[in-house]
């Protein structure tokens, strides 16, 4: 990471150093927030700060963007547990990453690194907001925990500990490891398939009898419940079918890394489906059907091997 001079650099000097850390920056927020437009808000938030210091008195910028954007990510952590009324919603799905199947985006790679999926995202959700930022920082990011320990306010033992709990939670509530891409894609296309024939067998064969289902539709769409979450491999093919004349649409591109499904609606993303596959069979879905959310997602070109699907 890049180091400020001693006699400071002028602002154009800064902003080109500080956008050299940006996709990182990104990266950071959207781990600890789960929102790709709050961790843009983050990101930027931590540019005003920069403005605010004496940049010759910081040794690293890298580090100190880092430390600053994570204090910053935890204090809207913290300020999201303080108004809610009851634990996070069961039904909520995060932001997802997109990209075509074979091209790649340097932001979005960043974004992607460690195979940070939806479902390990969801997992997330359910720490206390100390316990994820020094998850994050430590164990995605190798911020040492002396580092860690003034934003949360604990000594770097305590902040040991606060990783230590939350890498258990973790590993306690994540799902088993995914497949390869092609036994991704290979279980996916034979869900869409099944949903759009109709086929009830089909689907019941491809889902794990504890399939579980999160669809976060924020508003109600038309003709389709809302959000819920399902478990069991017969709700969750009754349910399936509900969503199959929007597979319609749907085709193949990359969710956070991993194969996933987009529909199309009049050119927009429509929803967005991503799962978890286990010997040969879905343990997990999560759609995002939220048109507030979905109406900042590009959608991805097709690219190649995706045009088939």
Partial sequence: MSAVGENGEDKEDLARS???????????????????????DAVQEAWLRLGRVDP?????????????TGRICLDLLRSR???????????????PVLRPLSRVDPEQEALEADSVGIALLVVMEALDPDERLAFV?????????????PVVERTPAATRQLASRARRRVRDSAPPSA??????RQALDAFRAAARTGDFEALLAVLHPDVVLRADAGALLEGVAGS?????AQRVAESAMLFARFNATAR??????????????????????????HEGRITALYILADPERLESLALPPEGEGAGDH
């Fill in 18 to 40: 500080f956008e050299q850390h940006r996709a990182h920056l990104k990266a950071v927020a959207y781990r600890m927030l789960g929102s790709l437009a709050e961790a843009e």
């Fill in 56 to 68: 010759g008195e910081i040794g690293n910028l890298g580090g100190w963007l880092t430390t600053v």
């Fill in 252 to 277: 193949m591109v990359l969710v956070n890394g991993t194969p996933g499904l987009v529909t199309v609606v009049d050119g927009r993303v429509g929803s967005v489906l991503s799962a978890t596959v």
């Fill in 228 to 232: 819920k979450r399902l478990q069991g």
């Fill in 137 to 149: 920082l430590h164990d995605m990011f190798a911020v040492p925990f002396d580092d860690i320990a």
């Fill in 81 to 95: 547990a303080a108004r809610r009324e009851q634990p996070m919603d069961d039904t909520f799905v995060p932001d």
């Fill in 179 to 184: 497949p390869d891409a092609a036994q991704q």
